[in-house]
């Protein structure tokens, strides 16, 4: 569960100058506190999209990057274009997007680089 002073003196220890991305798997980690000490040292909160994520994982941009993992076995065109979109309408300055690549369904490189294309 949620330990916002115990993120704060490990984020403290972090070296400057490095990316860093975390990403919580429990919902009390979920809130504005959070957000907050990670925006104070430009660390990116995960997005991670699966299965169970609905219509999409939320996105809170907490740093000057972003750190997706698409994690759903097949995403069609059509299901990736809202994907682009959202991506390019954060305040980011780049941004790191990882796909599922179980070896009995791996996502088709063709979708991948049109996901690319779409990107810009």
């Known amino acids: 569960k949620k330990d916002v002073d115990?993120?704060?003196?490990?984020?403290?220890?972090?070296?400057?100058?490095?990316?860093?991305?975390?990403?919580?798997?429990?919902?009390?980690?979920?809130?504005?506190?959070v957000h907050d000490a990670l925006r104070a040292?430009?660390?990116?909160?995960?997005?991670?999209?699966t299965e169970d994520s609905g219509d999409?994982?939320?996105?809170?941009?907490?740093?000057?990057?972003?750190?997706?993992?698409?994690?759903?076995?097949?995403?069609?065109?059509?299901?990736?274009?809202p994907w682009a979109d959202r991506i390019r309408s954060q305040p980011w300055e780049r941004a790191f997007v990882f796909f599922k690549h179980e070896d009995d369904?791996?996502?088709?490189?063709?979708t991948i680089r049109r996901f690319k294309d779409d990107l810009g």
């Open 105 to 110: 369904r791996p996502l088709a490189w063709a």
């Open 6 to 33: 115990r993120l704060r003196d490990f984020l403290a220890l972090l070296p400057d100058r490095r990316p860093f991305a975390f990403e919580f798997r429990h919902e009390t980690w979920s809130d504005g506190e």
């Open 56 to 81: 999409g994982a939320p996105i809170v941009p907490t740093a000057d990057w972003g750190y997706l993992r698409l994690r759903r076995c097949d995403y069609t065109d059509a299901e990736l274009a």
């Open 41 to 49: 040292r430009n660390c990116a909160l995960v997005c991670a999209d």
